[in-house]
């Protein structure tokens, strides 16, 4: 199984997603089912702000979003990583700036490019078109992003134990973060 998990995920939901304009309205929130879409709908997309960079700091980038956070098993994240499992965040473009750095792309097969720092050749994120996904290591405050599954655990090394409750997907397709039972949910800064 090689699915470069961040830049081939595939989400899939059985309702629609709702419209933010949703959630300030009382009709559909009288609805029970629909209130619980609706607050699933503000921790999957947390407005948020954070910062992160590239190693040698030449890069700098905000997001102000999260779409997704997860773990990817697959042999192409641990190519790329060189961790056993790589913890990624899936970020809508606009809620992407970068603040300062150049970059240079770098094709992926069909799936999407690498933006690469200059200095360091860091992967600063994978460009996806309408979303990018991140390292959620590279964040300044990685532990404010919490990823909430697990996927391609058909590649999981043998001698990684899973430990927590997280939704586990075999291969890259997972379900939409507005359905999981374990939301997306950024930390808010404290102090
Ligand atoms: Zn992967
Ligand atoms: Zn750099």
């Known amino acids: 199984m090689d ?9 899939f939901s059985s309702e629609p997603i709702l419209p933010k304009a949703w959630l300030c309205s009382r009709r559909y929130n009288r609805k029970r ?73 770098e094709p992926v097969e069909r799936l999407g490019r690498d933006m690469v720092c200059r200095s360091c050749r860091t992967i600063v994120y994978f460009d996806m078109g ?4 991140i390292a959620i290591g590279f964040l300044d405050q990685p532990a404010r992003v919490k990823p909430t599954f697990h996927q391609c655990t058909s590649s999981k090394l043998p001698w990684l134990d899973i430990l927590d409750d997280l ?10 973060p507005s359905e999981r039972a374990s939301p997306i ?5 404290s102090g």
């Open 3 to 11: 699915c470069h998990a961040i830049s081939s995920i595939h989400w």
């Open 33 to 105: 089912r629909w209130l619980k879409c609706a607050q699933f709908y503000v921790e999957a997309n947390m407005s948020i702000v954070l910062q992160g960079g590239c190693r040698c700091g030449a890069v700098r980038y905000e997001i102000t979003e999260v779409f997704d956070a997860g773990y990817c098993h697959c042999n192409r994240c641990r190519k790329r990583s060189g961790a056993p499992v790589f913890a990624f965040a899936v970020i809508p473009h606009e809620a992407f700036a970068l603040l300062r750095g150049e970059l240079f792309a």
């Open 185 to 189: 949910v950024c930390e808010q800064e």
């Open 167 to 176: 939704p586990r997907f075999a291969e890259n397709i997972v379900t939409h």
């Open 130 to 133: 309408d979303r990018v996904s």
